[in-house]
């Protein structure tokens, strides 16, 4: 069984930055690529990024493409999400994912396996 645990979550202002981390259980955590998702109130999660098993590739969404980056630590079995220039749209509940197969759509849900609990993140105008 693998548990994902995001933290790094809270209210910042908009031109603010956070840093999430996400530390995963278990002996097999650099075999996977890795995700990060969202979801707002009243809206569907989506795809934020994803990093390669390695760290050596990444992908984001358009909408935070240029202020997030995400990375890896295979010693310490985490994911992080750096945020920068933080936008009242970002407000979610952000998600990190295990994806359990290399398929074409790496911003598919249904590419992903295990999920955390979620961390909120509030950006304030």
């Known amino acids: 069984q693998v548990q994902l645990v995001e933290s790094g979550g809270g209210l910042v202002q908009a031109g603010g930055s956070l840093r999430l981390s996400c530390a995963a259980s278990?002996?097999?955590?650099?075999?996977?690529?890795m995700g990060w998702f969202r979801q707002a109130p009243g809206k569907e999660r989506e795809f934020v990024a994803t990093?390669?098993?390695?760290?050596?590739?990444?992908y984001y969404a358009d909408s935070v493409k240029g202020r997030f980056t995400i990375s890896r630590d295979n010693g310490k079995n985490t994911v992080y999400l750096q945020m920068n220039n933080l936008k009242p749209e970002d407000t979610a509940v952000y998600y990190c994912a295990r994806r359990r197969s290399i398929g074409t759509r790496p911003e598919a849900i249904y590419e992903y396996d295990y999920w955390g609990q979620g961390t909120q993140v509030t950006v304030s105008s």
């Open positions: 990093i390669s098993r390695s760290g050596g590739s990444t």
């Open positions: 278990g002996r097999t955590f650099s075999s996977y690529d």
